[in-house]
Structures are given as structure tokens and as C-alpha cells.
């Protein structure tokens, strides 16, 4: 009997923000495996359902149950926050299967459910930070050698990419965040626009502009994406925007006059 398995992003949190598509699947699951947080930010979706919640760091385990109640024949769902293939549980549940002889030709199913990312999500709270070039880097150096992730701080602030980062601070990591922001001091002005924001979209969450030379002084932990602009961004009337390049093309001014 072949099963189904469904890598569902849950987007940032709160239930509007899940894609039709995505709550077609989960109302349409019989097993549903995820992170315990994630599991309960969805649970008035999961009535009648297996459910199987696990903690952190336990991705590889929440990955075999996954796959295991698939082969099964069952409809199972493993949830990511976010977008399930941005730093989510797509990457090593296919990983997983891949290196177990699985291929879309034979086997269980697999079907990737796109989502809300934090980093869009966040974006949408503040303005249009993210309208040209920009990138994602995550602070965690759990899987990723802290030297790998400079040079690509290094790389990001040269560029003059916006960039978005993931996983900036925890309880034990605390130094990381402080030593981004002195790599970005190297190539950015002091008053670059940075948004820091936690929590998108949910009742606890909050969202705060200020600047790179100050944005470490704000509270920042897991929760948190933080938004740093390039030589281009401005804030204005509370809102963090990023030029695309109209502005020095056309008088935009006169084109809204106009309309």
C-alpha cells in the first residue's frame, strides 16, 4: 500500500496565514507529525487525527516517523514552520529518503506545500524592505561551521544585498548577533535601517524599526528575524522600504498626481 507524504509549511503562526492549499491537506491527513510548538499552533485543525509531536532537535526523528507512518498507507503530513523548504523540514526528509534508495518514481508520494516565510512575513509588518536584491542567512552555527557563516555575512554586506536574519540569538548563543552586526558596521552607515521583528503574526508578536548601530540593544531570541537594509533603504511614516529603481527613472510624484 503506497501513502502520502505531505511537507506542509505552516507559515508564521497564526491560522490565517496558511495557504488554502495547505489547509486542504492538513483537514485531509490522517497522521499529522511536527515540532511540539508548531503541532500546537494548529491544533483545532488536528481533531480525529494521529498526531505526533516531538521536540527540539529531534527533526531526524520526526522525519523517520513521518516517513514510516507514510509507507504505511497512510495520509501523513510533516509541518515546518515558515516555508517548509526554507531552513524547514523538507531539506532532510528528502535527504532521508534519497539516501534510503526512495525515488518519485517508486515509493510513498511526497508533495512539497509552499508557504509564508518569516522573512516575507516580517517584511509584510514593517513595509517593503525586500523589493531588490536580497538574501537569507541563518546565525546558527548548530549544522554550520561559525566560519562558513562569516564569510557569507562578509559576502551579504559587501554586496549591499538586504538581508534577512534567521536564528539570531538564543539562551546559550548570544555573540553571534553582536558579531554580525560589527562585520555589517564594516561596509554599512550606522544608520542603516534594520527592523527587527518576533513573533510575525501572532498575538505575541511585535515589530521594531530602528538602525544597525543600535539594533542589538532590543530584545532579540529565536523567535526573532531580523531585517537589515542596504545603502538604499529608507524609513518613513513608521515603514521600511527598499527602492526598486523607479524612483530614478520616473517622477513618481507626477505619475500619482496624474492617476
Known amino acids: 500500500m503506497t501513502g502520502q507524504l505531505s511537507l506542509v509549511s505552516i507559515g508564521p503562526g497564526a491560522l490565517d496565514q496558511l495557504t488554502v492549499r495547505a489547509l486542504e491537506v492538513i483537514r485531509a491527513a490522517e497522521v499529522v507529525v ?31 516517523e513521518a516517513i514510516r507512518w507514510a509507507q504505511s498507507g497512510k495520509k501523513t503530513v510533516l509541518i515546518s514552520s515558515g516555508d517548509v523548504g526554507i531552513y524547514g523540514m523538507a531539506g532532510p526528509a528528502y535527504e532521508m529518503l534519497l539516501q534510503a534508495g526512495w525515488s518519485p518514481e517508486q515509493g510513498v508520494r511526497v508533495e512539497v506545500i509552499p508557504g509564508v516565510s518569516a522573512l516575507n512575513a516580517c517584511a509584510a509588518l514593517v513595509g517593503a524592505p525586500l523589493t531588490h536584491d536580497f538574501c537569507a542567512i541563518s546565525l546558527s552555527d548548530l549544522l554550520t561551521p561559525w566560519a562558513v557563516i562569516q564569510r557569507r555575512l562578509v559576502a551579504a554586506a559587501q554586496a549591499d544585498f538586504v538581508t534577512a536574519l534567521y536564528n539570531p540569538k538564543s539562551h546559550k548563543r548570544t555573540t553571534q548577533i553582536v558579531e554580525a552586526q560589527h562585520i555589517f558596521l564594516q561596509y554599512r552607515l550606522p544608520a542603516t535601517p534594520v527592523a527587527v521583528v518576533t513573533g510575525a503574526f501572532r498575538e505575541d508578536g511585535g515589530a521594531i524599526l530602528t538602525n544597525l548601530a543600535q539594533m ?44
Open 34 to 64: 511536527g515540532y511540539k510548538s508548531y503541532v500546537h499552533r494548529i491544533e483545532s485543525l488536528l481533531e480525529g487525527k494521529t498526531v505526533v509531536g516531538s521536540g527540539m532537535r529531534q527533526e531526524l526523528e520526526r522525519c523517520t
Open 216 to 259: 542589538v540593544e532590543h530584545t532579540i531570541d529565536m523567535e526573532t528575524t531580523v531585517l537589515i537594509g542596504n545603502s538604499s533603504t529608507f524609513t518613513q511614516a513608521g515603514l521600511m522600504v527598499t527602492p526598486r529603481g523607479y524612483g530614478s527613472k520616473y517622477d513618481l510624484a507626477a505619475a500619482f498626481a496624474a492617476s
